[in-house]
């Protein structure tokens, strides 16, 4: 390039009373002006794709390309049936028979749980007195702290009222078939919960007046109950089924003293809005959709009653009418059985099973619709929030491979972004790495860790997933799962996989650099997984992402150990597979005369590669280093060789930029100035190719090799010189600059100088001058060198730039006036910026040239300029 440190131009020499320009004063502190300069001219990062990730033709729990084998990861397709979940484990707890008390209790009540009431009693009476007992408070509920205040002694039942059994009765094998058999089913035994011990009292309902309840007076029953409901509740109540101990009432034909307590709330609910329901569900076994709308009514009547989770006295048998329903082979159905079954907050073998039975609706990409209208997300999220991550990792494993199904789809990931899910993520990423590999659970944690990955793989995608993933140190905890898992190769690729997405912003690219472990994270995995295309060319985009942005990034990165070698070494395996790609190419398609269109594996990496040198050598100590690095030269010549731009354009051009920018530093031991000549020859190919990309990048390392006398001769002696005058008519900024940078340093040598009117360069750069003068002073300034240049042995101004002299002088006066060429028109920064770039780059430049014209001219022409 052509800045003044890297330009033939400095060894210019000045007429007697001018200075040379390479010698004008540069302010210390770089302004604006000279930052855009640099950033044009000199050495440039090269920017490139994100590696392509194809998606996968069918969800898996593992992708087609996992490394995981078939018989050591849990699988993805697997049978499930009624049978399948454990009755045993939704089975509630027996109730235990207490001996009622021979006193009236005390009711307690507690200030943490309002639910909660402890009576304090006497000794157990003995069974006879027992029996005295008045009717009217035969049987209290009674709840208990996690302390067993009372004692578990057991007495026989009176068969005339209920029956209370050790063991829950096998039951409901088919739903009762009337409510009155039904009544009698449910009242013939009591759960009791170990968590929560329960005493029970009689409800005191003649076995008429619950006749009479079933048979249809229940409307007229709990009218009444709600009017003395709605007299009692507190204005703030909002429930439309109160169940607080605080909410008492009077039942039509018993004393004014009888309080129905929350278990018998409990059991009107279940016969009046459960019961119906369930023999709706049963009855229609063969219609899925009065099944689906079945199941909507009961998930919103369990809502409704507070019977969601694990207190439900009848959970048991809610929870096997629901199993038997599993075998319906219908995905809106198990849908809604999910949903229901993960309410109610099962565990163990249930909890795998409900949960593999959410996978296995996820699974159906054509699921999604059903899945957005029944929220089944939300149920998931809480079992991933709520479930402990050892005890329950496979459950959790495959709640979390459904969620990654869903992040598939666009609603359903705005839906999770929205509602936390990031943060909740994370969180589980934490605690899986501070499982040690010693431990146990350490293999089957990575299992899960695949899911989480892949899933905050398609979150990144997200705008406010980003944030999140940046404001919860996303960067650092993803490098410890890293570490941890260097030998998981599904977990690496699905983290690196994050990191290409979210390297490519600024600031989630500084988050990653600011964690020093990173790099040698990244070494260590292309050392390890040399082969893996798809593994290796994330991680160098990652690095070229990280090196293109940040100057401590290039710094940490270069003083690894091995950093260098890696790159050298990956960059021969890959050129080894792409020469023998390319030879198999051209052997087997001498026929095909069309080349495939986008790059191939090994291109891709190449192409990567050679920007992360070309980022590196923009670094000041770092450039001088690669461009003493002999291996790394020679590798990128190879490309030259053997690869065209019909071939692999991007990668063609990339080698040539990173030349380009080695060239630039002028060190003793420069493989780029050993080699100079052989580049300079394989370079005409890229020169006379079809894509003008190609041609710049190869005018712009002519203009640094230009500064060696051997390759100003060798442009001369191949004639490029003409062609560099002719790019001069391409009409485009960039071109006609690189351009000018040849021809200044060609100016150099006074033997050389002829040639400019002997092709018309002088014309051509007037028009250049004239064309761009006023929006580009750079380029303008370059032109004045090069002409400054020509002009040195200069006696006369008509016979050195013949007759575009005149058009020079004017035009040249022209460009010197402030008020004609500045425009105050624009915006104050934009003003500021034209104006100091024109007073310190093109102003002195200008002048200078302007006068020795001047001076070796007899007469000022009348000629008019238009305007700017």
């Known amino acids: 390039h052509f800045l003044c440190r890297g330009m033939q131009a400095s060894k210019n020499k000045p007429t007697k009373n001018a200075e040379p320009f390479y010698r004008l004063s540069v302010p210390k502190q770089k302004t604006s002006s000279e930052i855009i300069n640099e950033a044009r001219n000199a050495l440039r990062t090269l920017r490139t794709q994100r590696p392509f990730t194809p998606a996968e ?15 050591n990861r849990p699988p993805s397709v697997f049978s499930l049936h009624a049978s399948s979940f454990d009755l045993a484990e939704s089975r509630a707890v027996s109730g235990v028979r207490l001996s009622p008390l021979d006193h009236k209790p005390i009711l307690v009540t507690f200030a943490k749980d309002e639910d909660s009431s402890i009576f304090l009693p006497k000794p157990p009476a003995d069974v006879p007195e027992v029996r005295k007992v008045s009717s009217a408070r035969a049987r209290f509920l009674r709840r208990t702290s996690q302390v067993n205040f009372l004692s578990a002694k057991t007495i026989p039942p009176d068969q005339s009222e209920e029956k209370l059994d050790s063991e829950e009765p096998a039951m409901m094998n088919n739903l009762c078939r009337s409510n009155n058999n039904c009544l009698a089913e449910q009242r013939s035994y009591t759960p009791f919960n170990d968590e929560s011990r329960q005493l029970l009292c009689n409800e005191h309902i003649s076995r008429l007046e619950r006749e009479n309840f079933l048979k249809g007076t229940e409307g007229k029953f709990l009218f009444q109950l709600r009017r003395e409901s709605d007299e009692m509740k507190k204005p703030d109540t909002s429930s439309s089924w109160p169940r607080s101990t605080g909410w008492k009432r009077r039942v039509t034909g018993l004393e004014d003293e009888t309080r129905i307590n929350e278990l018998e709330e409990e059991e009107i609910f279940w016969h009046v809005k459960i019961l119906p329901i369930l023999h709706e569900l049963e009855k229609v076994e063969d219609n899925v959709e009065n099944l689906c709308l079945a199941c909507t009514k009961l998930y919103q009547a369990l809502n409704e009653g507070n019977m969601l989770g694990k207190r439900f006295k009848r959970r048991s048998v809610l929870l096997k009418t629901l199993y038997k329903l599993v075998d319906v082979d219908s995905d809106p159905l198990c849908l809604k059985l999910a949903k229901i079954i993960l309410a109610m907050k099962v565990d163990g073998k249930n909890l795998l099973n409900v949960c593999k039975l959410a996978f296995k609706i996820c699974r159906n990409e054509k699921n999604d619709h059903i899945i957005q209208n ?17 005890k329950n990792n ?8 459904a969620i990654k199904f869903m992040s598939g789809n666009a609603v359903l990931l705005n839906e999770m972004a929205n509602k936390g899910a990031v943060e909740m993520f994370l969180q589980l990423v934490k605690q899986i790495n501070n499982i040690k590999e010693n431990d146990t659970h350490f293999s089957n944690m990575g299992h899960l860790l695949v899911q989480l990955t892949a899933s905050l793989r398609n979150l990144a995608d997200l705008p406010p997933a980003r944030r999140q993933l940046l404001c919860n140190g996303a960067a650092s905890e993803l490098c410890v799962a890293l570490e941890q898992r260097m030998n998981d190769k599904d977990v690496c690729t699905y983290i690196v996989r994050i990191f290409s997405k979210l390297s490519s912003y600024n600031d989630f690219c500084g988050a990653l650099a600011d964690c020093s472990r990173c790099y040698i994270l990244f070494l260590a995995l292309l050392n390890k997984h040399q082969s893996q295309q798809d593994l290796v060319i994330r991680i160098i985009f990652i690095l070229g992402n990280l090196t293109a942005k940040n100057n401590q990034a290039c710094e940490q990165f270069f003083k690894e150990k091995g950093s260098v070698h890696t790159l050298i070494s990956l960059f021969q395996t890959y050129r080894e597979l792409d020469l023998n790609a390319q030879k198999w190419y051209h052997e087997r398609g001498g026929e095909e005369k069309s080349h495939p269109k986008h790059p191939s594996e090994a291109e891709d990496v190449l192409i990567k590669l050679i920007r992360v040198l070309a980022n590196l050598s923009i670094h000041p100590s770092i450039g001088a280093a690669l461009a003493a690095a002999h291996r790394v030269v020679e590798l990128l010549v190879t490309v030259l060789e053997y690869k065209s731009v019909d071939d692999c354009e991007e990668l063609v051009i990339s080698a040539a930029t990173t030349i380009n920018n080695l060239s630039y ?14 580049i300079a020859e394989i370079l005409l190919k890229l020169l006379m190719s079809n894509s003008m990309d190609g041609v710049v990048e190869a005018v712009r390392v002519f203009g640094n090799l230009s500064q060696y006398h051997e390759i100003c001769d060798f442009i001369i002696q191949k004639k490029i010189h003409k062609f560099i005058i002719a790019l001069l008519d391409a009409k485009n900024q960039d071109v006609c600059f690189s351009a000018c940078g040849v021809l200044l340093n060609l100016t150099v040598d006074k033997n050389k100088r002829a040639f400019l009117m002997e092709e018309g360069g002088i014309r051509k750069l007037v028009d250049c001058l004239q064309d761009f003068g006023p929006a580009d002073w750079q380029l303008a300034c370059l032109i004045c060198k090069t002409l400054w240049n020509y002009s040195e042995d200069i006696t006369s101004a008509a016979s050195c730039f013949g007759e575009d002299a005149d058009t020079l002088l004017v035009l040249l006066t022209s460009l010197l006036d402030e008020e004609l060429v500045l425009d105050y028109s624009r915006d104050r920064h934009s003003r500021d910026y034209h104006k100091l770039y024109w007073e310190r780059e093109f102003k002195p430049v200008a002048e200078k040239l302007l006068d020795r014209i001047q001076s070796h001219h007899s007469f000022l022409p009348a000629v008019t300029i238009t305007p700017f």
């Open 57 to 71: 033709d069918q969800r898996k729990l593992f992708g087609s390309g996992s490394s995981r084998a078939p018989q």
């Open 374 to 390: 029944d929220r089944l997300l939300d149920c998931l999220l809480e079992v991933l929030r709520t479930e402990d991550l050892q």
């Open 394 to 401: 496979e459950a959790l494993l495959y709640c979390m491979g």
């Open 665 to 678: 530093y002028k060190v003793k031991s420069s493989a780029v100035q050993d080699k100079k000549l052989h």
